[in-house]
């Protein structure tokens, strides 16, 4: 055996093996990995900011429905022949 093959046993290959990292490269992909998911933390999904866009469009279009509405009372009735039932508060 040369001396070349004998350096190549004594240095397993890292994906063979399983050995670990060195333990500057791991500790720098650990703090890269609490960073990462920091971030993913602070950060809102866009299904959710779409979702949430919906919502608003909705409630906003229901509180301007209810805001333009006005008054409800006896004025031009909605169909022919309606009749305005003041003890109920609406047409009949």
């Known amino acids: 055996m040369t001396r070349r093959d004998s350096k190549k046993k004594d240095?397993?290959?890292h994906s063979e093996q399983g050995q670990e990292?060195?333990?500057k490269k791991a500790r720098r992909r650990n703090r890269r990995k609490v960073?990462?998911?920091e971030r993913s933390r602070r950060?809102?999904?866009p299904v959710t900011v779409f979702l949430l866009g919906i919502a608003a469009?909705?409630?906003?279009?229901a509180l301007v429905a209810?805001?333009?509405g006005g008054p409800?009372?006896?004025g031009d009735p909605p169909r022919p022949g309606a009749v305005w039932s003041a003890e109920h508060g609406h047409w009949h």
């Open 11 to 13: 240095k397993p290959l």
């Open 21 to 23: 990292m060195s333990s």
């Open 35 to 37: 960073v990462e998911e």
């Open 43 to 45: 950060k809102l999904n």
């Open 57 to 61: 469009a909705i409630l906003i279009a």
């Open 66 to 68: 209810w805001g333009l």
């Open 72 to 74: 409800s009372g006896p």
